[in-house]
C-alpha cells in the first residue's frame, strides 16, 4: 500500500524546536519531490516547504524561511522537517505530501500531525 | 507568489444537486490547477489535476475545466459523501499555493 506516515507532533514551547519526520513505504521514495504542507485548525492549506528527489534542492515559504530545515534520506524512506524557534502562529496540523510525476500535484498524503506552540 | 481565489467561500446544496466551484489565478497558470477535497479532521484528497483530468478512483460525476487565470470545478450529481471542504491549488510556480476552500453543505 502506498502510504505516507508523520510523525514527532506535539506540545512545545515557544522558541523551542520539534523535527517531523514523515516514512513512506509502496513507492519509490527517491523518485519524487516531497512537501510540507500545513493547516491551522479551521483554516485553509499552506505550502511550508519542498524538497527535490535527491535532496539538492530545497524550497521554503517566506513565513518559515531561515527558521525550519527540510531534508530527506531516501535509504531510509524518510522526509523530515527540522523545525527552530517556533512561533505562537506556527501551531498547525502538519501534512507531508508527494508529488505525482505524473500529475504534478500532490497525489498522496501523510495523516497529519498535530505541532502546538505554547507556553 | 501567484494567490488563488475561490469562490463561493461556502455553498448549500442537496443530493443531487450539479454544483460548481470556481477558482481564478493572480496571473496566468496555463493549466496547472488542481483540485482537493478535504473531509473534517482528514487530509485532503487529489480529485482533479492539471486543470480537467480525474485522478484514479475518483467518481466521474467529479469534472474540472478551465486554464490560464479561469477554472471550475463541478459535481455532476451531489452525494452524500461529496459534502466537504474543496480546495483549489496551482502547481505552476513554487510556492505551490492553494485557494481559501469552499465548504459545501446540506442543504
Known amino acids: 500500500e502506498v502510504q505516507l506516515v508523520e510523525s514527532g507532533g506535539g506540545l512545545v514551547q515557544p522558541g523551542g524546536s520539534l523535527r517531523l519526520s514523515c516514512a513512506a513505504s509502496?513507492?519509490?521514495?527517491?523518485?519524487?519531490?516531497m512537501f510540507w504542507v500545513r493547516q491551522t485548525p479551521g483554516k485553509g492549506l499552506v505550502w511550508v516547504s519542498r524538497?527535490?528527489?535527491?535532496?539538492?534542492?530545497?524550497g521554503y515559504a517566506d513565513s518559515v524561511k531561515g527558521r525550519f530545515t527540510i531534508s530527506r534520506d531516501n535509504a531510509k524512506n524518510t522526509l523530515f522537517l527540522q523545525m527552530n524557534s517556533l512561533r505562537a502562529e506556527d501551531t498547525a496540523v502538519y501534512y507531508c505530501a508527494r508529488l505525482g510525476n505524473l500529475e504534478y500535484a500532490f497525489d498522496i498524503w501523510g495523516q497529519g500531525t498535530m505541532v502546538t506552540v505554547s507556553s | 507568489d501567484i494567490q488563488m481565489t475561490q469562490s463561493p467561500s461556502s455553498l448549500s446544496a442537496s443530493v443531487g444537486d450539479r454544483v460548481t466551484i470556481t477558482c481564478r489565478a493572480s496571473?496566468?497558470?496555463?493549466?496547472?490547477l488542481n483540485w482537493y477535497q478535504q473531509k473534517a479532521g482528514k487530509a485532503p484528497k487529489l480529485l482533479i489535476y492539471?486543470?480537467?483530468s480525474l485522478h484514479s478512483g475518483v467518481p466521474s460525476r467529479f469534472s474540472g475545466s478551465g486554464s490560464g487565470t479561469d477554472f471550475t470545478l463541478t459535481v455532476s450529481s451531489l452525494q452524500p459523501e461529496d459534502f466537504a471542504t474543496y480546495y483549489c491549488?496551482?502547481?505552476?510556480?513554487?510556492?505551490?499555493?492553494f485557494g481559501q476552500g469552499t465548504k459545501l453543505e446540506i442543504k
Open positions: 524538497i527535490n528527489s535527491d535532496g539538492s534542492s530545497t
Open positions: 509502496g513507492f519509490t521514495f527517491s523518485n519524487h519531490w
Open positions: 496571473q496566468s497558470i496555463s493549466n496547472y
Open positions: 492539471a486543470a480537467a
Open positions: 491549488q496551482q502547481s505552476y510556480s513554487t510556492p505551490y499555493t
